[in-house]
């Protein structure tokens, strides 16, 4: 009848006991107590939060909002080192005036997201078993050993191995709080990747970043790993570098808070994990060739930890991974920041590289289960050459944000574009020398010269560069307007493939000579028009779904957004589809007196969707979301299939095709 917690915590006291017993016990004779007491004060700490948790549960569903704000006190404040978007959630529903009952089920679900957070799986904290009826009680499928990750579903119990980010997540949270004694334990010790035992005999432990920037196996990491120690002359390189950020000592250690912090968790993220990903990805093709079609094999493993270095465990379970960039501390997460900034989003709506990696990996998996080894290496360079993308526009981003700044300058971006050079140069210096030196020059801080000295531009020349001599399309680099990294690569460079570039010309020159003899100019002066009120349309429905579920006295900024973009467009509206323009009108010109958006986003979306055809708009370019369509009702045989706009389109396509 005891709580499975009450004698799991027993059990843990007195494991500890034992190694305070043993003869010696922290001192240098028995050197590795400290971790393994580490180990178990983890443990019972996690192993604290099930009763907390269960409660807050109890609390919600039984709605009783003193107890409810009573234990998400006890409890949200720690999601804080989970997923950021989760934790925000949270607060907002929980501890953000009276809870938010209305939102039980999201409530529910982000709860279960912060359990491997916590050191949890869902059998720890078990089943509800008394739900009202009228709650829809969501099954706990996030914090499985199994768990999808950004859309890639592992067979294998990689959860662990996935965690690693979630050490560099918790290091960033100590670190920027100037606590880099604890942080040093993390880094040391490891606190969310258990090491998987064989038996209950053997010792819990964690996987840790001091571990795997120390460990043996970074050889299969050849010939990149090479590279790498002959760069910095150190076979221990990244250990050096985040020890001198957390100790204090080195180059960075005199540094500001905020620039050691930058140094210890970008150089973990980058200059450790992404080291070990690369080993993995050639483990499993070495595994692959050395595998005898006719014997038993299981070579999924290595492939999931592969989509486990590169994925982590803090993007969720839906494709594209989290929309947030600063949930995601890996290459994925790199990715998302990158793709927003360098506009390089696919249709989607998330990094195209990132939908180019999922694509990878899957092919990958498919190529293991057939066997096909050459295949499968051919997809494991076309993965490594994936993963510098983002880092290589992130040394162009820092360049932009380091132009302007002084070397004495305590900012973080100083730091970080020096940690993001260090994270390719080895491999750049291999291919091309003259693209590292320029590099080189510009972002590795020296104390005594203004960084970026020969100009942002003149860095992303570099890195248009060496991407093509890595064999990247310098084109999935993207740009910002500060710097274009392709703005001088030659016309005859292998990325520039005529084979693409020739039918484009050819159908932009048909188009062009259909206008000029049809006197198409004002049409498409017509048209850009049409376009540019698109965005201002897809607000609405944005900020009609947001709104509707809040009270006319609140003071979020959501309420001043809706009507603001509704009145840049209900003018225009009005002149062509009046019913529409009343429906906007009454759901987001906010008064204080009506709940707003009281129709329902839908009948919102459903009247931005009949304004965009009366506009001469496809009501397809509007898009939607799962919360409302503004094409659900509109007939497929609308006025806004315009004959106008297609005929130029035929025109070119047939060009090209020729």
Request: glycine content about 6%.
């Amino acid at each position: 009848g005891e709580a499975i917690a009450n004698n799991a915590i027993k059990l843990l006291y007195h494991e500890g006991s034992q190694y305070l017993s043993v003869n010696g016990a922290c001192t240098k004779d028995v050197s590795d107590t400290p971790k393994l007491l580490y180990s178990v004060v983890s443990r019972i700490m996690s192993i604290m939060y099930i009763p907390l948790i269960q409660m807050l549960i109890d609390s919600i569903l039984a709605q009783d909002a003193d107890l409810t704000v009573l234990y998400a006190t006890a409890i949200i404040p720690q999601a804080a080192q989970c997923r950021v978007t989760t934790y925000n959630r949270l607060r907002e529903h929980l501890l953000t005036g009276l809870p938010r009952f209305d939102k039980t089920e999201i409530i529910l679900r982000d709860i279960q997201d912060i359990y491997a957070c916590f050191g949890l799986m869902c059998e720890d904290v078990g089943a509800y078993m008394n739900t009202p009826s009228d709650v829809s009680f969501p099954f706990c499928t996030i914090a499985k050993s199994d768990a999808s990750m950004a859309g890639y579903q592992p067979t294998s119990d990689v959860l662990p191995v996935a965690q690693i980010d979630l050490d560099i997540a918790q290091m960033r949270i100590l670190t920027k709080l100037g606590n880099f004694k604890y942080a040093k334990y993390w880094f040391t010790y490891g606190r969310n990747s258990p090491v998987q035992r064989d038996s209950d005999n053997d010792l819990h432990s964690f996987y840790s970043l001091s571990d795997l920037a120390v460990a043996s196996s970074r050889k299969n990491a050849e010939d990149i790993y090479s590279d790498f120690v002959a760069y910095f002359n150190d076979v221990n390189y990244s250990q050096k570098i985040i020890m001198g950020a957390l100790e204090g000592t080195g180059k960075w250690g005199l540094k500001s808070i905020q620039q050691r912090s930058a140094v210890a968790t970008e150089s973990s993220a980058f200059l450790v994990v992404y080291l070990h990903m690369i080993a993995q990805i050639n483990d499993a093709v070495k595994q692959c060739k050395n595998e005898k079609s006719d014997g038993e094999y299981d070579l999924t493993h290595p492939w999931d930890e592969v989509a486990a270095l590169v994925i982590g465990s803090l993007e969720g379970t839906q494709e594209g991974g989290a929309t947030d960039g600063r949930d995601g501390q890996l290459i994925w997460g790199l990715n998302t920041r990158r793709g927003f900034q360098f506009q390089t989003l696919n249709d989607q709506g998330y990094s195209r590289t990132n939908s180019d990696l999922i694509d990878a990996l899957w092919a990958g998996r498919g190529e293991i289960d057939a066997l096909d080894c050459d295949r499968l290496e051919s997809t494991a360079e076309n993965i490594k050459r994936l993963t510098l993308i983002p880092l290589l526009q992130s040394i162009v981003r820092y360049a932009v944000l380091n132009e302007g700044l002084e070397a004495s300058s305590t900012k973080e971006d100083l730091a970080l574009g020096e940690t993001y050079a260090l994270a390719v140069l080895p491999i750049i210096d291999a291919v091309d020398e003259n693209s590292g030196e320029v590099i080189r020059e510009n972002m590795i801080h020296n104390d005594k010269l203004k960084p970026v000295s020969a100009g942002a531009q003149k860095v992303a020349d570099a890195v248009g560069a060496a991407a093509v001599a890595l064999g990247i399309k310098c084109s999935h680099l993207g740009s910002t307007s500060q710097a274009d990294p392709c703005r001088n690569i030659e016309s005859s460079s292998v990325i520039r493939q005529t084979s693409l570039i020739f039918p484009t010309l050819i159908g932009l020159g048909a188009s062009i000579w259909y206008m000029l003899l049809s006197d198409r100019l004002e049409s498409t002066a017509e048209n850009i028009k049409r376009l540019t009120l698109i965005p201002l349309l897809q607000s609405i429905v944005r900020y009609a779904v947001l709104n509707e579920g809040l009270e006319a006295s609140s003071t979020k900024e959501d309420l001043a957004l809706g009507e603001t973009y509704a009145l840049a467009v209900l003018p225009i509206i009005d002149a062509v589809d009046e019913n529409s323009g009343e429906v906007i009108r009454e759901n987001m010109i906010h008064n204080d007196k009506l709940k707003p958006v009281s129709a329902g986003a839908q009948k919102v979306a459903d009247a931005v969707g009949a304004a965009a055809v009366a506009l001469g708009i496809k009501c397809s370019h509007l898009g939607s979301t799962s919360q409302a369509d503004p094409c659900r009702n509109i007939e497929s045989s609308s006025a806004i299939r315009q004959t106008s706009l297609i005929f130029p389109t035929l025109i070119g396509l047939g060009a090209s095709i020729w």
